[in-house]
Structures are given as structure tokens and as C-alpha cells.
T-cell receptor, first 112, second 112 residues
Framework: EADIYQTPRYLVIGTGKKITLECSQT?????MYWYQQDPGMELHLIHY???????EKGDLSSESTVSRIRTEHFPLTLESARPSHTSQYLC???????????FGSGTQLSVL | SQELEQSPQSLIVQEGKNLTINCTSS?????LYWYKQKYGEGLIFLMM?????EEKSHEKITAKLDEKKQQSSLHITASQPSHAGIYLC????????????FGSGTQLTVLP
């Protein structure tokens, strides 16, 4: 079993609210990722990090931001949520020399 | 167009039947990963293939990577309701800096 955790599992919020999706892993992985996935659609990489204080935007433009202050923690923040942000957000991590990704259980976000 | 094409998009089979899911790319696949996802949850790693012609099996699931390393298939023998879910292939494509690119998934339903 992967030791990567996401909270909350489900979140329903109103438009304009600020939210932070949490992701933590206890495997000591340097590389961490955030994907966005709509039902029946492919995963889109929105952010990634190769280590502490390193963050990059992914292939899909996103209004969210991330931080990487500690190796094990990679939170994603939306300053002002909108209905278009409704989606599933998946966090993943891997070792530096291995492409195999370990995924969290995801956060299903609904913005009303 | 997607760099990784999965087919079919969805599949409904009767319990006990065999089935095959395909993952194809026009680029060389340097690492091919199969994951399974239950609706609204994270991805669970199934198998990884690296060498052309490689084949791996786990319980009733067999994955193959063709000799040219541009196509992979996932075969399930005597399907069961527990096999239901979304199957995604992910691959390291040439020029991708060892990041995984994912297909859009195949939704499998197994009727009891």
C-alpha cells in the first residue's frame, strides 16, 4: 500500500472561497505531482515539484498554486474557487530514479 | 490528438468472459505502466513493462508490450465483478523528461 494521503476526500464549497487541498507522503519521495481529472477524462498534470522549494506548472493551466516547504507535504491552494474548478484532484509521488507513481485517494471538489 | 490512445473507451462484459484493453502510441514507450482506478478514487498500480516483447501476469491479468515498444495490451481472463473499474495506461514517452503521460482510460463494467 502506498503511504500517500490526501485530505479532504470530498469538499463542497461556495464560489469565492479559499481552499487548500492537503497531500502528504511518508516515503521520502522527492518528486510530487498534482493531477486534475474530470469524469471519464484523462489525467492532466497541473503542478509538480522535484524537491523542497521547487515547484513548476504542469501541462494544464490552472489557477491553483502549490508550495513545497517540507519534503513530505505538497498542498494545493485555490484563492477563490469557481464552479469551473469542480473536479477530482489527485496527488502522486515517486522516487527520483523511478517513474512509478504512487497515488493518493484523491479529493473530489465541488464548487457551487 | 492524445499521445497515448486507449481503446476501447468503455467495455461491458459478462462475468467469466475474457477481454483486452489496448494502449497505443506513435512514439517509443520507454516505460509502460498499467493502473486501475475505482470511480472517484486514486490509481492503484498493476504492472510495469519496459522491454520490447515483455509480458507480465498477476492473477488473471496479463500485460504485454510489443517488440516495437509502441503498443501495450492488458488482458483479463475469466473476468469477475471485482475487475470492474477504470484502467489507465501511463508511459514515459521520448522527450518527456521521465514524466508519465496517461491515456484517457477504459471504463470496464462486468455484469454478474
Amino acid at each position: 500500500e502506498a503511504d500517500i494521503y490526501q485530505t479532504p476526500r470530498y469538499l463542497v464549497i461556495g464560489t469565492g472561497k479559499k481552499i487548500t487541498l492537503e497531500c502528504s507522503q511518508t516515503m521520502g519521495h522527492d518528486k510530487m505531482y498534482w493531477y486534475q481529472q474530470d469524469p471519464g477524462m484523462e489525467l492532466h498534470l497541473i503542478h509538480y515539484s522535484y524537491g523542497v522549494n521547487s515547484t513548476e506548472k504542469g501541462d494544464l493551466s490552472s489557477e491553483s498554486t502549490v508550495s513545497r516547504i517540507r519534503t513530505e507535504h505538497f498542498p494545493l491552494t485555490l484563492e477563490s474557487a469557481r464552479p469551473s474548478h469542480t473536479s477530482q484532484y489527485l496527488c502522486a509521488s515517486r522516487q527520483a530514479n523511478n517513474e512509478k507513481l504512487f497515488f493518493g485517494s484523491g479529493t473530489q471538489l465541488s464548487v457551487l | 490528438s492524445q499521445e497515448l490512445e486507449q481503446s476501447p473507451q468503455s467495455l461491458i462484459v459478462q462475468e467469466g468472459k475474457n477481454l483486452t484493453i489496448n494502449c497505443t502510441s506513435s512514439k517509443t514507450l520507454y516505460g509502460l505502466y498499467w493502473y486501475k482506478q475505482k470511480y472517484g478514487e486514486g490509481l492503484i498500480f498493476l504492472m510495469m513493462l519496459q522491454k520490447g516483447g515483455e509480458e507480465k501476469s498477476h492473477e488473471k491479468i496479463t500485460a504485454k508490450l510489443d517488440e516495437k515498444k509502441q503498443q501495450s495490451s492488458l488482458h483479463i481472463t475469466a473476468s469477475q465483478p471485482s475487475h470492474a473499474g477504470i484502467y489507465l495506461c501511463g508511459a514515459v514517452l521520448s522527450g518527456s523528461a521521465r514524466q508519465l503521460t496517461f491515456g484517457s482510460g477504459t471504463q470496464l463494467t462486468v455484469l454478474p
